[in-house]
């Protein structure tokens, strides 16, 4: 025989407050925590990025614009794009694809990949543009054979986006990956009972139940395409006018004492990393969201 003991109201409002009281700091060790945090972010991102933007306005608006618009700064921005452009679509494919198959699907060497994934975190950028250079540079392993084939990688545009799709492409396979598999795989089975195909559930079941992540990983990727330094500098050779991103571009100024123009460009990547981080606060509330409803319909299963 089962008994159930009602507290009285009271007892249980005070047991709540125990409860309540065990689980909160006192106010003056929250208001410490919010101070050193609101410190730590003023030391470390709004004072560098004000100093950024005053920097490169001190001169006057017309060394600011002279320095953007100058022929070496606009390709350095229309290289970047160019990168960004072809890496990003690459790593959606990617992403999409390789989430799909850890998520929905059991097969050998699936850790392999999950490790395969997480390599560009583990391994420096710098390294990752070194391993380009033993492969495809002129000493390199096919380095003769490229040659003799007048095909020009190391210094040249395609190895910049080789090294740009190396460390960017986690991001959307990542973001992807833990949704896909807190959703789990019912909702692709009963597509498949009522006659869908392989397409028609991609199309209509999976992608739109993780669209929200996908375009939080694309806009992650994207960021860190335009602002990636390491990889692509080991393998663009600082050729100005040529294999020059706007970060090597702005190393490039600030090394020859144009701090102006070099502090004029780094706003550039200073308000593309603003703009990212408001779309990544708006796209992480529904991803949070979806994840959310995926855990409940998981756990009421």
């Known amino acids: 025989m089962n008994t159930t003991i009602t507290l009285p109201t009271p007892a249980r409002r005070n047991q709540a407050r125990s409860a309540l009281a065990a689980t909160t700091e006192p106010a003056w060790v929250r208001w410490t925590l919010v101070g050193m945090a609101l410190t730590f972010l003023s030391l470390f991102l709004f004072v560098p990025l004000y100093a950024v933007f005053y920097e490169g306005l ?19 921005v229309k290289l970047t794009l160019i990168a960004a452009f072809i890496s990003v679509p690459l790593n959606l494919v990617f992403g999409i694809s390789a989430a799909w ?66 460390v960017t492409f986690p991001f959307v396979a990542r973001e992807l ?6 959703q789990g795989q019912e909702q692709e089975e009963a597509a498949r009972v009522l006659g869908a195909n392989g ?31 390491g990889a692509v500098s080991v393998v663009s050779g600082h050729i100005r006018g040529e294999t020059n991103t706007l970060p090597l571009h702005i190393e490039i100024l600030y090394n020859e004492y ?44």
């Open 58 to 76: 001190k001169k006057g608006w017309e060394v600011y614009l002279e320095a953007i618009i100058e022929p070496d700064a606009l390709y350095a």
């Open 199 to 229: 397409w028609q559930i991609f199309w209509r079941v999976t992608l739109p139940n993780v669209k929200w992540a996908l375009l939080y990983g694309v806009i992650l990727c994207n960021a860190r395409a335009m602002g990636e330094f």
């Open 258 to 301: 144009q701090f102006a123009a070099a502090f004029a460009v780094a706003s550039l990547l200073a308000g593309l990393a603003l703009v990212t981080l408001v779309l990544k606060y708006l796209v992480e509330q529904r991803v949070k969201k979806e994840k959310s409803v995926a855990k409940a319909d998981a756990d009421s299963e």
């Open 101 to 166: 198959a850890i998520a929905k699907f059991e097969f050998r060497g699936k850790n392999l990949l999950l490790t395969l994934i997480d390599l560009p975190f583990s391994v420096s950028p710098v390294i990752a543009g070194l391993i380009y250079v033993l492969v495809f540079g002129l000493q390199g392993w096919l380095g003769e054979w490229l040659r003799d084939e007048d095909i020009k990688i190391i210094f040249a545009v395609p190895g910049i986006v080789l090294a740009t799709v190396f």
């Open 177 to 182: 990956i833990p949704l896909m598999q807190a």
